[in-house]
Each structure stands twice: as structure tokens, then as C-alpha cells.
């Protein structure tokens, strides 16, 4: 059985990063970030950055409310993309140095998706 | 651009304006002595009007939420009660003391009363008894004085405090004083809460406090997170640019913006979809100082850090605020929780931008909250003595100076 894509057929060219970097909640995509090695973000990075007016046109054609289903995993691998950002754009790597244990930080996170 | 204003600001000695704070070293006893814990408990947290939350954890009639106060030693219930207004209450049955709301951790709920699950005592959401089952095998009860006992709860711009004196000093309004009259009108409906960040750290409330009140640290425990963005070239050492300290022990001071600085792409795309950012300042004009905000009006401003005295951090610019409260628990231990707000958002894109500044944060926070446990540890034997503060460091000299007065008042 064919496994059906994750994002719409417009951005199908981004298809071999969902399963990786499209995670659902903010905490998966944190740990997939500071877990992936450089030439990963990398890659994921340089796919996105020429496609973002595009993407994000797109997903700004209804309310963040009325967002289908359909385009969630393409939001989760929007939002992933500005995580991995900050890595290839300020910090040169996928965490900070020397912090605070991640573990032990506990989030809430607010937002609807 | 080299602002003439910001250099005259920046090169200012702002301790030397408050002469009673001195300049000398202090010492880390405050921060290590169980017995100074104590009457930190006694004589300020036990005095002191303490933001608990916002008002938007109760919206509805019979929204209530229990927070563990630790340095109150109780446990607080806070509900909206029939007739709109926000009470508190210690959760405790006035039967046998049970909590009304049992369990530990922070508790959120709504109802239309509350009933001990001990004996099946009843309470309306006023407070006042409803109940008590089997009544008639009591003896003489006075009902009168069977409420929940109530904490003072006060108001302001949305802000829960409470005060556990049976009788405040000073009304919430004189508490918060012309500290509290210049943030009045900073516009927080703009704003919608976006994550609360917590831990237990093993560390004294003040420490934490203090990583928190001042900027001299962003260059060296944030240089790969934060960029240069806070180091304009007329001010490299991102010196304060404004400071007002208050007699009430509240303070609030204004921090310098590189305006040069070039914010990577994603921040730009978080600047396009959001219209500013955390990590990115355009030139301070009237569009971005917000009342309350930016009170020397210098063009290169970034944010504005201020202090509700005892423990609450509060930040703001026109493009974010959080709060951070610093709750002791014991002289070594403290429970941090930070809430950040971010415009108000219902698009997709504005969502992204989000979360550019999300991830942004908790980058930089988990650097912030490595030093606490680390400095906790290596000061407990006392053999170190004293800190130096410099000048960029005065709101943490303020602190343990209004600390201080506290401990020592008479009353």
C-alpha cells in the first residue's frame, strides 16, 4: 500500500522531509532539532528557504482557526523549519552549548496547533 | 547611527544617583543562610503584596485554580465567585484542615461550589459554608466562623496579588505606587499568552532573580543565541540606558538596541508576519514605545526590564512581555515560572512568527538558568564572602538592599 503523502500535492518536493521534521507537537520538533547532525538541518533548510513566500502564502489563505487538517503537517513542518533556523542562521549548531537540561524545563504551550 | 542621547544615557554611573545604595561589595550570606531564609519568609513574603497570576486563569463564574504558595506555607484557592469577583481563599476545610481542592501541584478547574472530599463539608464559591453532613453530631458550632478563611486578592491591570497579613499595610494600589502608575497604561490586551516555562531549580529565589536584572551577561552567555543585537557600537557593553529605582523596592530600567545589527532570515521572517521580534529592533518611535515603555525615549531601545519587588520579573517591549516569578522554597531551592505573551495572532504566518521568538527564548533562557545551580553549589560553604557589583549590575544591588530593609523593619 502506497503511504499517502503528508503535505499538499503543491509542495511534494518537501514530501522526504515530513515524516522526519513534520512532527505534530513543538516538544518532537525540539528534540528532533538538537538530535539531527548539521548536514540534516541543513538540507532541510536549503529545500525550504527558496519556497517560504510560497508556503507561507498558501497557509495564510484561511484564519490559523479554519486551517484544514489536510495543511497541519505542512504548518508543523513550517514551524520546524524556523526551529532548525536558528541553527544554520545564529548558533552553528543544533543546540547551545552548555545549558540548562532541556529535561527539566517544562513547557505549557499555549498555542492552538 | 551613533544616538547622541544613547551615549549621554550609556555612560551614566546610575548607582552614584542613589547614594544610599553605595558602591561596595555585598555580601552572599542573604543567599546561604537558612536563618535569613526565615525572615525572608516571616517579615517580606508574609507582608508583601505577591503577584500570584492573571485573572484569565478564572475567566468564568466558578473558575477556580490551587496554587502551592511553599514560601506561604499554604495552599491557595482562587475563584471567581458568583457575582464576578476574583477571591482567594486558603484551601484548607475548616473542619479538620483538609484541602478542599486536594492533591498536589497546580490544580484548574470550574464548578458551582467545592465540597471537602474528606467529610463532604460544602463551600459556595463565595467562601461561605453551604453544608455539613451529619450536622446534629456536633456540639456547639459557630457557623459564622466556618468559612474558608480568606488571603487579601487584589487587582491590577488583570494581575491576581495576594497578601497574607490579616491586615495589609498598604492597599495593592499604595504598594505598587508611581512604579505601578507609570506601567498602568502599557497596553497588555494586545498580547495572548503563548507558553509558561517551569522548573525547580536548585538554587536561592535571589540568584535566580538576579541572572534576570541585569544585561552585563548577554555578551558572554548569549553570544552565539543572541547575536549582537543588544551592542550598538556607542554603547558595547549594552549599559543600561534608563534606571528608576522606587522606595516601595520596585525598579524598572530600559535596555540599548543595536539598530545596525542585521537580523538573520528567519528573524526577518518572523519581523514580516509579526511586524517586530524579540531578537530584532528597528529604531524606537512613537510606533514602538508603548505606554509605560522606552521612559527616557531613547531611539535605540530594545526592551524595558522591571521588578515588582519581592520576586516578579517583568519584561516588556512592543513586540513581547513575559513575567518571571522566582518562588522560594528553601534557601538553596526555588520554583521559577515564566509566562511569555506575544501579539495577538490569528493568522498562519503570525503563528510562524511565534514561534521564531518561542524557539528563540528557550534557547536563550536554558543558557540563563545554567549558571543558578552552578553559582548555589560552590557558595554554600561561606568561604567566598562577597560579589562586586559594577554599575550595569544596580538593580541587583537594589534588591538586596530593599530585601534588607525588610528583614530589619521593626514592625
Given at each position: ?113 | ?258 539598530t ?21 529592533y528597528s529604531e524606537a518611535d512613537a510606533s514602538r514605545n508603548?505606554?509605560?515603555?522606552n521612559?527616557?525615549g531613547s531611539p535605540?531601545w ?16 512592543d ?93
Amino acid at each position: 500500500m502506497i503511504k499517502k503523502p503528508m503535505l499538499p500535492n503543491e509542495f511534494n518536493d518537501l514530501e522526504v522531509f515530513a515524516a522526519e521534521f513534520a512532527l505534530p507537537t513543538r516538544e518532537a520538533r525540539f528534540q528532533r532539532r538538537v538530535e539531527s547532525s548539521m548536514d540534516q538541518i541543513n538540507a532541510f533548510y536549503n529545500a525550504v528557504t527558496p519556497k517560504l513566500d510560497t508556503v507561507i502564502s498558501y497557509l495564510d489563505r484561511v484564519p490559523l482557526s479554519e486551517l484544514p487538517s489536510t495543511d497541519h503537517s505542512l504548518l508543523h513542518l513550517m514551524l520546524a523549519y524556523v526551529d532548525v533556523s536558528r541553527v544554520v542562521e545564529i548558533m552553528g549548531a543544533p543546540d547551545i552549548h552548555s545549558g540548562f537540561d532541556a529535561g527539566r524545563l517544562h513547557i505549557e504551550d499555549i498555542a492552538p496547533i | 547611527m551613533n544616538s547622541p542621547i544613547n551615549a549621554g544615557l550609556s555612560a551614566q554611573k546610575w548607582t552614584l544617583q542613589y547614594p544610599e545604595l553605595g558602591t561596595g561589595p555585598l555580601p552572599h550570606s542573604p543567599n546561604t543562610s537558612a536563618a535569613y531564609f526565615e525572615k525572608e519568609r516571616e517579615k517580606l513574603f508574609k507582608k508583601a503584596w505577591l503577584l500570584l497570576c492573571r485573572e484569565d486563569e478564572v475567566p468564568n463564574i466558578g473558575s477556580y485554580v490551587v496554587k502551592q504558595v511553599s514560601v506561604l506555607e499554604t495552599s491557595v484557592l482562587l475563584v471567581r465567585g458568583n457575582d464576578g469577583v476574583v477571591r482567594a481563599f486558603h484551601n484548607s476545610c475548616k473542619h479538620r484542615g483538609n484541602k478542599v481542592v486536594m492533591g498536589s501541584g497546580e490544580k484548574v478547574g470550574e464548578d458551582k461550589g467545592f465540597m471537602c472530599g474528606f467529610h463532604g463539608w460544602t463551600y459556595d464559591l463565595q467562601g461561605k459554608l453551604r453544608s455539613i453532613l451529619d450536622e446534629e453530631d456536633f456540639f456547639e458550632l459557630d457557623k459564622s466562623k466556618l468559612n474558608l478563611k480568606p488571603i487579601h486578592c487584589e487587582l491590577w491591570r488583570g494581575f491576581v496579588f495576594i497578601n497574607a497579613m490579616d491586615k495589609p499595610k498598604q492597599t495593592l494600589a499604595e504598594y505598587l505606587g508611581d512604579w505601578g502608575k507609570s506601567i498602568e497604561p502599557f497596553p497588555f490586551e494586545r498580547f495572548e499568552l503563548v507558553n509558561v516555562y517551569s522548573s525547580t531549580v536548585g538554587c536561592n529565589w535571589k540568584i535566580a532573580l538576579d541572572a534576570f536584572q541585569e544585561g552585563y551577561h548577554a555578551l558572554t552567555l548569549h553570544g552565539k543565541t543572541a547575536g549582537g543585537v543588544f551592542t550598538p557600537k556607542d554603547n558595547p557593553f549594552a549599559h543600561l540606558i534608563n534606571v528608576k529605582l522606587y522606595p516601595e523596592g520596585h525598579r524598572h530600567a530600559s535596555f540599548p538596541a543595536n539598530t545596525e545589527f542585521v537580523p538573520s532570515a528567519s528573524v526577518q521572517l518572523g519581523i514580516k508576519h509579526a511586524g517586530n521580534n524579540i531578537y530584532a529592533y528597528s529604531e524606537a518611535d512613537a510606533s514602538r514605545n508603548l505606554a509605560g515603555l522606552n521612559q527616557a525615549g531613547s531611539p535605540e531601545w530594545s526592551f524595558d526590564i522591571n521588578v515588582i519587588f519581592p520576586h516578579v520579573q517583568f519584561l516588556a517591549s512592543d513586540s513581547f512581555y513575559v513575567t518571571q516569578s522566582f518562588w522560594p522554597i528553601s534557601v538553596d531551592q526555588c520554583y521559577w515560572e515564566l509566562r511569555q505573551y506575544l501579539p495577538k495572532s490569528e493568522s498562519v504566518s503570525g503563528r510562524i512568527a511565534q514561534q521564531n521568538s518561542q524557539a528563540a527564548l528557550r534557547d536563550v533562557i536554558r543558557e540563563d538558568l545554567v549558571t543558578l545551580e552552578n553559582t548555589q553549589t560552590v557558595l554554600r560553604s561561606g568561604a567566598i564572602e562577597q560579589m562586586q557589583l559594577n554599575d550595569s549590575e544596580i538593580l541587583v544591588r537594589h534588591s538586596y538592599k530593599k530585601v534588607d530593609e525588610w528583614i530589619n523593619s521593626p514592625d
